[in-house]
């Protein structure tokens, strides 16, 4: 199942989604998320790193919401497998 990062900034609702397909994508969304996490580059800045699976972006657009309410950000500088470097800039 398809597997997505989510970094979002709580106070603006901006965010960054990163897209990690296959039969593997979930658990490759999760290692990142433990990864920047223990690198706690974004401690203190209220944001939320969530790691979630499903079969597609319109999916999950529907199930969180609130995760699309901001603009996409590159909180990362250009992650690769980044949503929005794969098409998906608007929502």
Do not use: C
Not at 71 to 77: I, K, N, Q, R
């Amino acid at each position: 199942m398809t597997g997505f990062l989510i970094i979002y900034e709580r106070h603006s609702g901006n965010r960054q989604v990163l897209e990690y397909p296959g039969q593997d994508g979930h658990r490759a969304a999760v290692s990142k998320r433990l990864e920047l996490e223990a690198q706690g580059r974004f401690v203190g800045r209220n944001i939320e790193i969530a790691a979630l699976s499903t079969d597609s972006l319109e999916t999950l657009q529907v199930t969180h919401s609130r995760y699309f309410r901001g603009t996409e950000v590159d909180f990362l500088d250009t992650e690769p497998g980044s949503v929005k470097t794969a098409g998906h800039e608007n929502y």
